[in-house]
């Protein structure tokens, strides 16, 4: 059964390893235990590792070094004394393990697709330092200065980051290797002494198809380069060696892997909408391989705390780059320098003026972010090709519950945003509220005013509205907010987001709101249309002239209609709140952000001036490893499949399912189900720990089932080591086989397979199902099953054949899983094989074989 090694580096300085120790083992290490390092350490860290070894006998291991030999030495002669068949998590001793799970968390990521193999996790720094140093980094050609941060931006902690993301390295202060990956890519490369070695092997591993992955669910505290401070230089003389080989081998080739230079001409403050994009998506088509190149189109300071957006800003531009983008707000109109030039447009009327149009036609391409917007620059005069890019949220930021100030007295929030006061309205947004509520009531109206040319008049305005009408309180703030993570806390901060948005232009927190399940109210104008209509509250408007724009036409939103909306929400808020709660997962899903990325990287593209998208290369599988099976099978099918017949085949051949008095029979299956009593009750718990049952699964896991149930598979399958092959069958591990991928060694899948409706036909006579569910039920066990065992060995067997013709069908059995690697099985004669398989009965539909 496999386990994890995890193995860390001592070299002195044992107060620090002694902390790190002590606070791993005070945490869950199911299937685990611990490899210390001693690099040639002269303090007390020899005689004090004999105490652990003592003390924790079976879980403490120490490998004495007779000198320094480096991380990268070190590591790798922790590896070489982990069992064969064991994972590795290289771990470093300036770390302290602050969450109980973290182990079960990182083999949660490892195994969730065949090709995760390298993985790491949040981090933040020392004690009391909320800071997040790594959320899965990537490294830039130019200088390979790396970063720990994919974005750039070092972040504190809001919750952001929480799900499990593919990043091009991790750092390895914390380092879950699988097995299978571990052996085809192999160990660290020892031309490094320390550092870059994990760049290179994340680098390495993406060669073979292997990907490296953040677990967001894992957050550890490390005490940066606590192990080489106070070095006198070292550490830094260790980081230009390192760098060297690491520019030998890597630096040209990930210069040529940029398929040609895009010049994006953009605002990165004002205006809100075009910074946000110019922000969040920069970085991402440069992840995409773009060679992403920064100029301002108009004055402006740069984020320096941006180190992506920096980076771009201070980039080479060729005379003619491949491409040329301009996102910039009307009225800003660089010069497009680019052979392929191509332009965001959005607008806030129904017809963009005319001198947006003219200005539009020195480009290729005009993108846009919905129909609305194409119709506005259709309408201007526009006849260059229009392309809808789709703008899409940031769903590592997007979420319900992100740390922030509530309101102290628990106030229902609404919350507006403005940036300009003839387009934003935000005297008229005050007037509706303080109509809608009283001073008695509990509510509350916070606006806040992004600076800028018109914040002066904004706040002059609101004090106005307030003057004017009576009511509810009103507070207003004014900041710049340009990080992703406090536009949530922000959004989070509130119950409600509501809009009088006069314009038509695309407004990047109201998608946020509904991401961040809190309730939109707004008018169903412009880029917001659809939007409000399906996941908001609408406002009624009717069209308007806009004063400072003669002849363009937005939106006047109704004040009886926005102060009807906000009674509404508020008295339906336990109702509305549910609902928004319920509907942000499934919004955010529709509308992430990436897909925006990967589309605008094909719109650049379809120029043809930068190079083709390099191959990739084919994900790596555990089964395309050329190495022995680990005499492991699992039955997987769903109820009334047929699978308790094929338990027996198996166990006519020579494979173990345990001991007989462990097995379970019942009157439904005299002859046995060939099931481990224990493994039954074991998948019946975990389903009933999630508020679920065989009939009706769970559809949200929680981690302490997760591990409980893996702790109890562990129990059971630890009685079966000993006489491999074995095997386990249980119809409920078609959903939960996942879970135990971990303990598995190159274990092989046996698909059991019957005719759907057969199978309905009997869970009907057995369980009273109808035959629509019973389908319906047979069709989600499939495809759990097949999700679970992709990239893994497995043989299919179809029950109607063996009934067909059981001596061919259980011989094919038979070979496919010696193909497979199987040892220990043999034919067991054809009058066994044909007793055991009673034709005439079973298509009689007799459950003693039908499981």
Known sequence: MRGAALIVLAWNQWALTRIFLDSLLANDLDEAGIIVVDNGSDDETPIALKDYLAAYPGIVKVVSLPENLGFVRGMNAGIAAARPEDDVVLLNND?????????????????????????????????????LFHLGGFIEPESLWGQ??????????????????????????????????????????EIFHSYFEDTDYCLRAADAGIASVVAGAVTLRHDQHGSTRDDGGFRERLWK??????????????????????????????????????????????????????????PELLDAQDFRLGLAAHRSIPPAPEVAFVCAPGGIEPIPRGRFRVALGISEWDEAPLSWARYSEQFDLLLVPDAFQQRAFRAAGVSIPIEILPLGIDRDYCQADAPTV?????????????????????????????????????????????????????????????????GAPVRVISYLGFQAHERMQLLCAADTYVSARRGGGWDPLAAE????????????????????????????????????????????????????RLREVHEQRSFVLTAARIAAPRFAQAHDLDNTADRLAELLASGSTLKPRP????????????????????????????????????????????????????????RGHFEHGELHLACV??????????????????????????????????????????????????????????????PVFVHVTRDPGAIAASLARRDRMGSAAALTLCEHYKRAALVASEGWQRVTIDYDELIADPLKTARNLLNELVGCGITGLDWPGDDAITRWIEPSVANQGNAAVGD
Not at 411 to 438: G, K, Y
């Open 615 to 670: 191959s990739e290369p084919a994900p790596h599988r555990p089964v395309d490893l050329d190495l022995p099976s680990g005499n492991q099978i699992v039955v997987l099918g769903m109820h009334r499949s047929g699978t308790s017949s094929v338990g027996g085949l198996l166990k006519l051949f020579g494979a173990w399912p345990g001991e007989d008095d462990a097995l379970l029979r019942g009157p439904d299956n005299p």
């Open 513 to 564: 709101a509904v991401a961040c399940a809190r309730p939109l109210i707004a008018p169903a104008y412009g880029s917001q249309e659809s939007l409000v209509r399906e996941w908001g509250h609408e406002v009624a408007c009717r069209s308007a002239e806009d004063p400072a724009n003669p002849g363009q036409r937005w939106c006047e939103p109704d004040l009886d209609s926005l102060v009807a």
């Open 241 to 298: 060696q390192s760098r060297a080989a690491f520019a030998q081998r890597w630096q040209q080739r990930l210069i040529d892997a940029y398929r040609g230079t895009v010049h994006w001409q953009g605002v990165t403050g004002q205006a809100h909408a075009h910074a946000q994009i110019t922000r969040s998506l920069l970085w991402r088509l440069d992840a995409r391989g773009l060679r992403m190149a920064f100029s301002k189109a108009a």
């Open 95 to 131: 770390l302290v393990i602050t969450q109980r799970d973290w182990l079960n968390r990182l083999r949660d990521a490892a195994y969730a697709r065949p090709e995760y193999g390298v993985i790491g996790c949040r981090m933040h720094g020392g004690e009391g330092d909320q800071r």
């Open 406 to 470: 509530r309101n102290p007295h628990a106030h229902f929030v609404f919350l507006s945003v403005v940036e300009s006061l003839p387009r934003d309205a935000p005297d008229r947004i005050v007037t509706a509220f303080r109509q809608a509520f009283d001073a008695t009531e509990p509510v509350e109206l916070l606006i806040r005013v992004v600076p800028g040319n018109d914040d002066a008049l904004i706040h002059a305005a609101i004090e106005a509205a307030i003057a004017a009408t009576p």
């Open 148 to 189: 720990q941060t994919e974005s750039g931006i070092q972040e504190v902690e809001a919750g952001q980051f929480t799900r499990t993301r593919r990043v091009q390295g991790i750092a390895f202060a914390v380092a879950y290797i699988r097995r299978d990956c571990l052996t085809r890519v192999g160990p660290l490369d």
């Open 685 to 746: 718990r975990r389903l009933e720990a999630d508020g679920g049952d065989w009939r009706f699964p769970p559809e949200e896991t929680s981690a302490a089932a997760i591990d409980a149930f893996r702790r109890d598979i562990a129990a059971i399958l630890e009685t079966l080591e000993a006489r491999r092959p074995w095997f386990i069958k249980e119809p409920r591990l078609c959903l939960l086989v996942h879970e135990i991928l971990p303990l598995l060694t190159r």
